[in-house]
C-alpha cells in the first residue's frame, strides 16, 4: 500500500518565479493538506482540501494556491516567489470518517529553494 | 487560538537513560494532542495521539504521553533511550478531528553511548 507521494523531491527556483508541487494521498483517503516548514521550524499549516474544494485556509497570502484532483490528488502553486518562500513542503492526507479520528499521514515533503 | 510551546529545543540524553520532552498546548476547547518525530530528510511519523477516553497514551517506538487538563501538558517520555530515538520530535494540537494542525517548533533529541 503506497503512503503518501510527493514531486518534485527538490526543486530550486528564482525570485519572481511560479512553482507548483505535487501531491498523491495515501489509497483510500479523500482529503489533503499542505503544510510548510521552514528550516528549524515546525510545519505550518498553509490549507486543506476536501471534495476538490478548499475546506480550510491558514495565515498564507493569496500568492499560495491549490487545487484537488476527483482523484483527490493535490496541487500546491505559489506564484512569485520571495526568499522567504524556502522550506520543505509538506503534504499530508486523511479520511473523512464518522466514528474515528482523521489521522493525518505525511509525504516526505518537497524541498524548495529559491535563489 | 490554539499555540503550542514545547519547552527545550534541544534535549541530551545517554542511551539507555529516561526521555521526557514536554508539550504545553493553549486550547478553548478540549484539543486532539500529538506527537510526530521526524528523521533528518524524511516526513512526519505519527507516535502517538490523544483524541479521547484514558489520559496516558501508548504509542510506537516505547514512547508515551500523559495527557493533563489541568496542566495543560502532554509530555512525551521513554523509560529507556536508544541511538535510533535521535530526532526531531514535534507536538501538534487539533481542534476538530482532521483540520488542522498546530504544530510547536520542535525538540532535537540527541542520544550518546
Known amino acids: 500500500d503506497a503512503g503518501v507521494t510527493q514531486s518534485p523531491t527538490h526543486l530550486i527556483k528564482t525570485r519572481g518565479q511560479q512553482v507548483t508541487l505535487r501531491c498523491s494521498p495515501k489509497?483510500?483517503?479523500?482529503?489533503v493538506s499542505w503544510y510548510q516548514q521552514a528550516l528549524g521550524q515546525g510545519p505550518q499549516f498553509i490549507f486543506q482540501?476536501?471534495?476538490?474544494?478548499?475546506?480550510q485556509r491558514g495565515n498564507f497570502p493569496d500568492r499560495f494556491s491549490g487545487h484537488q484532483f476527483p482523484n483527490y490528488s493535490s496541487e500546491l502553486n505559489v506564484n512569485a516567489l520571495l526568499l522567504g518562500d524556502s522550506a520543505l513542503y509538506l503534504c499530508?492526507?486523511?479520511?473523512?470518517?464518522?466514528?474515528?479520528?482523521?489521522?493525518?499521514?505525511f509525504g516526505p515533503g518537497t524541498r524548495l529553494t529559491v535563489l | 487560538a490554539q499555540s503550542v510551546t514545547q519547552l527545550g529545543s534541544h534535549v541530551s540524553v545517554s542511551e539507555g537513560a529516561l526521555v521526557l520532552l514536554r508539550c504545553n498546548y493553549s486550547?478553548?476547547?478540549?484539543?486532539?494532542l500529538f506527537w510526530y518525530v521526524q528523521y533528518p530528510n524524511q516526513g512526519l511519523q505519527l507516535l502517538l495521539k490523544?483524541?479521547?477516553?484514558?489520559?496516558l497514551v501508548k504509542g510506537i517506538n516505547g514512547f508515551e504521553a500523559e495527557f493533563k487538563k489541568s496542566e495543560t501538558s502532554f509530555h512525551l517520555t521513554k523509560p529507556s533511550a536508544h541511538m535510533s530515538d535521535a530526532a526531531e520530535y514535534f507536538c501538534?494540537?487539533?481542534?476538530?478531528?482532521?483540520?488542522?494542525?498546530?504544530f510547536g517548533k520542535g525538540t532535537t533529541l540527541s542520544v550518546s553511548s
Open positions: 489509497s483510500g483517503h479523500d482529503t
Open positions: 490523544y483524541t479521547t477516553g484514558a489520559t
Open positions: 499530508a492526507s486523511s479520511l473523512v470518517g464518522l466514528n474515528s479520528y482523521n489521522e493525518q499521514f
Open positions: 486550547s478553548s476547547v478540549p484539543p486532539y
Open positions: 501538534a494540537v487539533s481542534l476538530l478531528a482532521g483540520t488542522a494542525l498546530i
Open positions: 482540501y476536501y471534495e476538490e474544494e478548499e475546506r
